[in-house]
T-cell receptor, first 117, second 115 residues
Framework: EAGVAQSPRYKIIEKRQSVAFWCNPI?????LYWYQQILGQGPKLLIQ????????DSQLPKDRFSAERLKGVDSTLKIQPAKLEDSAVYLC???????????????FGPGTRLTVL | AQKVTQAQTEISVVEKEDVTLDCVYE???????LFWYKQPPSGELVFLIR??????QNEISGRYSWNFQKSTSSFNFTITASQVVDSAVYFC????????????FGGGTRLMVKP
């Protein structure tokens, strides 16, 4: 079974530029998550999708970050414009079904390491 | 609100020593899950274990063991006879039944095992 795929693996941009990350979850997984992991910290959830709907985006800086999962499969996370503090690893994860009260294990992708200069 | 605290930011041991990584959590949920993940230098998070809040039995898997104590809200992880390949950052995480499967991670403990 293929795992969670992410691209690119590395990205270097200058501040105020735009950047987009792509995630392809495990086939059949309804729930997709984007996490931000700043160096030396644990991952922090940015947004959670259930199929193509948003379940939780309370920690997403909506003035500059956006995410979509139009067909309920692949997802794109965008930052526009980027700031220095956005330098981090962006992890995508998926689970079979993320309904509350029914835990399903999250499988993580390799992440995209973003450096903002 | 959920919170996970890993007080040890970095631990250094010599190979073959035993080492325990501490994890303390806070949650108001009645049902919750606790996890440990390993993050080697490659960066990918590797799932190690999941425990349900109703199951306080300790678990052993090879050189790894976990001690879950609900009374102290702790879920500690012990590596017996550590090896250089155990060097990584280890994260404890929590998911509550009212949190939509969202994982709350601790800050991580960097374990360095020296030969």
């Amino acid at each position: 079974e293929a795992g969670v795929a992410q691209s690119p693996r590395y990205k270097i941009i200058e501040k105020r530029q735009s950047v987009a990350f792509w995630c392809n979850p495990i086939s059949g997984h309804a729930t997709l998550y984007w996490y931000q992991q700043i160096l030396g910290q644990g991952p922090k959830l940015l947004i959670q999708f259930q199929n193509n709907g948003v379940v939780d985006d309370s920690q997403l800086p909506k003035d500059r970050f956006s995410a979509e999962r139009l067909k309920g499969v692949d997802s794109t996370l965008k930052i526009q414009p980027a700031k220095l503090e956005d330098s981090a690893v962006y992890l995508c994860a998926s689970s079979f079904d993320g309904l509350a009260g029914l835990y399903n294990e999250q499988f993580f992708g390799p992440g995209t390491r973003l450096t903002v200069l | 609100a959920q919170k996970v605290t890993q007080a040890q930011t970095e631990i250094s041991v010599v190979e073959k020593e035993d080492v325990t990584l501490d994890c303390v959590y806070e949650t108001r949920d009645t049902t919750y899950y606790l996890f440990w993940y390993k993050q080697p230098p490659s960066g990918e998070l590797v799932f190690l274990i999941r425990r349900n809040s109703f199951d306080e039995q300790n678990e052993i898997s090879g050189r790894y063991s976990w001690n879950f104590q609900k009374s102290t809200s702790s879920f500690n992880f012990t590596i017996t006879a550590s090896q250089v390949v155990d060097s990584a950052v280890y994260f404890c995480a929590l998911s509550g039944n009212n949190a939509g499967n969202m994982l709350t991670f601790g800050g991580g403990t960097r374990l360095m095992v020296k030969p």
